[in-house]
Structures are given as structure tokens and as C-alpha cells.
């Protein structure tokens, strides 16, 4: 444990997070590359798409959460993960729009920015752990 923090589980969350970023730069680059979606609704949809897998990676596997409620524990870890996608936007936003870097080297590091907030937020605040 470091700061109330279970190793082991951060360790899982990275490996689901491995998941979800598969998913998210996957079906960012459909959208945004091959179909011309904006660049911003196609990060938050594969935002949205790659949270809703790792719900229930996390559910299951990173905190062995079973609590009957899923929905209302589904709505609570999408609360997060919105705040997860407002930190990971504006991060984008900061880095490609306003320093220029390129949008696929922010978008990576927005990934890991939001990542903190999303962990946080999901073991305190979803799976009250």
C-alpha cells in the first residue's frame, strides 16, 4: 500500500488501461483518419467506447467489485469517466491546439494525464474502495 494505494491494483488498472487505449487510439484513428469525424467528437466517442470496456475490466478484474448495482455503479464510473474525458480533452486541447505539438503525441499524453484522475476517481469513488 503507498498513500492508501494497492500496488497490485494500479498494476491491473495499467494492464486494462492497455485495453482502453487500443480501443480509444483505434477507433479515434477510424473516425478522425478514414471517416473525417472531427477531431474531437472522435476522441470522446472513443473515449466513451474504451470507458464502458474497462468498466467492466475494472468491475471484475482490477477491484473484484460485484455489487448487484450495476447500473448505478455503470452511471458512477461514467460520471468519472467524463471528468476523465473533460481532463483528457483539455489536455489535447493545451498541447496540440495551443503549443503544437502534434495531436496523436498529445492525445498519448492525455491518455496518462486522465489516467490518474480516472484511477483515483474510480477506486474512491465508483468501487469505494
Not at 470522446?44 to 448495482?69: C, G, H, K, M, Q
Request: aromatic share 20%; charged share 15%.
Amino acid at each position: 500500500m503507498l498513500f492508501g494505494i494497492n500496488i497490485w491494483q494500479l498494476i491491473k488498472f495499467g494492464v486494462t488501461g492497455v485495453a482502453g487505449f487500443v480501443i480509444d487510439f483505434g477507433v479515434t484513428y477510424l473516425l478522425k483518419e478514414k471517416l473525417k469525424v472531427h477531431k474531437y467528437i472522435a476522441n470522446s466517442v472513443a473515449f466513451i467506447l474504451a470507458a464502458t470496456n474497462n468498466y467492466f475490466l475494472n468491475r471484475s478484474w482490477t477491484f473484484e467489485n460485484s455489487d448487484p448495482d450495476m447500473t448505478g455503479q455503470y452511471i458512477t464510473f461514467m460520471i468519472v469517466s467524463t471528468g476523465g474525458l473533460l481532463v483528457n480533452n483539455g489536455t489535447i486541447w493545451f498541447l496540440n491546439d495551443k503549443r503544437k505539438i502534434n495531436f496523436w503525441l498529445a492525445k498519448f499524453l492525455a491518455v496518462f494525464v486522465s489516467m490518474i484522475w480516472n484511477f483515483i476517481g474510480y477506486k474512491f469513488f465508483t468501487f469505494n474502495q
